[in-house]
């Protein structure tokens, strides 16, 4: 495993405990980016797919092609992006990413105003928000050691997680209470909004970005340099393609979710985002939860199990109706939200402290490839599953799939580990 970075190469010295952490004003300020940014963006996954079938009438199949946009940028920007992360600061690049999130979501209310609104153009802001979510992302991975040093990275990640967990419990159903209420044109306009105060937040953080790496080589070369850490990585590679095959199940799945609750079920548009909201209560569950069981069982033992243990849960979601069969809904997203919530921050952190400081942004790119990358596939299968066998047995055929693909893990060096080992 690669040494840790000295003190003095990170800044100034960063109290480990969660006390201390808490307290420091400029991780404050980078939690209060993340609050207003991750608010906006689980408002905005609502509003944006409310849009297209309620004013354009979007079909499940044009549904799929919306989701797909929206991570079209991970399959197809994923490798070079974290070359690109790399050679740039992080900060820098995590603020020009809201500016882009402004500009995006303020074009459409503009349109919408000028009778311009279609669903091509909120295709194109779907692959913009996207775009804008890769670059963020990775520097996000790549900014949070510098920040809070190398030790304090479960308990920075979980208290990240439980930020974007708390904004994505309130923002599904804000966006569809305002969609119901004020239109959505007002719901894009207060994300846009949110936006340019996430990018505010983050230039008034004092702590100077570590300069860039010098470029090793062209960029075809780092990214040969990325992958080829990745494949010889036993755990690492595990890791991704376990998180990989699992999300292009869960992306059919979520691509389906708000064309079956308001056109099979027949939910308004404020139960709808409520009900989307609930797999957030479930990632914050999760998030809450996840240090102790690393302490409790061991970290790779803890992404061994979590996904495989909410799997059948998913069987659940199908099985929706009026009254209060609703709540099998919400039950199936919470138990998916806990187990990929678990998961994610055992390996997001393992990784940070597993890989070269050189290589992060790159290994972050990597794992964005091929996760996120996953999820334009798995959304427009999905929508195509639903126009050829309707929403609901759709469904029912993506929760088997689920069950089938979220055990792969036991088949790799992980099964025999309780705590992660340095995977060489």
Partial sequence: MPERPEASELG???????????????????????????????ATQVVLPLTAVLALGASAWEMGLLQAANYAAYLVLGLPAGA????????????????????????????????????????????????AQLFGDIADHTYLPHLTGGSGLIEGNSRLQLVRSGSELGGPGVGGLCVQ??????????????????????????????????????????????????????????????????????SAIFALDVVFLTTVVGLPSGAVGILLASGAAGALLGARIAPRLSRAFGGARVALFAVPAAAPWVFLIPLTGNGWMVALFALGHVAIAVGVT?????????????????????????????????????????GALAELLGVRTALWSLATALLIVSPVLLLSPLRRMREFDDGS
Avoid: K
Avoid at 12 to 41: D, I
Avoid at 351 to 365: I, K
């Fill in 12 to 42: 100034p010295s960063w109290p480990e405990s969660r006390t201390q952490l808490s307290r420091q004003q400029n991780f404050r300020q980078f939690l209060g980016s993340h609050v207003l940014n991750e608010t906006g963006a689980a």
């Fill in 84 to 131: 690109w992360v790399e050679r740039m600061r992080p900060r820098r690049v995590m603020i020009s990413a809201d500016l882009v999130r402004f500009v995006a979501l303020l074009s459409l209310p503009l349109a919408w105003a000028a009778g311009l609104l279609s669903l091509p153009l909120i295709y194109l802001v779907a692959l913009l928000l996207g775009t």
């Fill in 181 to 250: 209420w004020l239109g959505a044109q007002a719901a894009l306009i207060a994300n846009a909004a949110a936006s340019a105060l996430s990018a505010v937040l983050l230039w008034r953080i004092a702590l100077p970005d570590a300069d860039p790496a010098p470029a090793r080589g062209g960029l075809a070369g780092q990214i040969g340099q990325g992958v080829t850490f990745l494949l010889r990585h036993r755990v690492l590679r595990a890791l991704a393609l376990s998180a990989s095959l699992n999300n292009l199940v869960f």
């Fill in 342 to 382: 678990v998961f994610d921050i055992m390996q997001v952190s393992y990784r940070q402290r597993a890989c070269p400081p050189h290589l992060l942004s790159r290994m972050t790119a990597m794992f964005r490839f091929a996760v996120w990358g996953a999820a334009p596939l798995g959304a427009v299968f999905g």
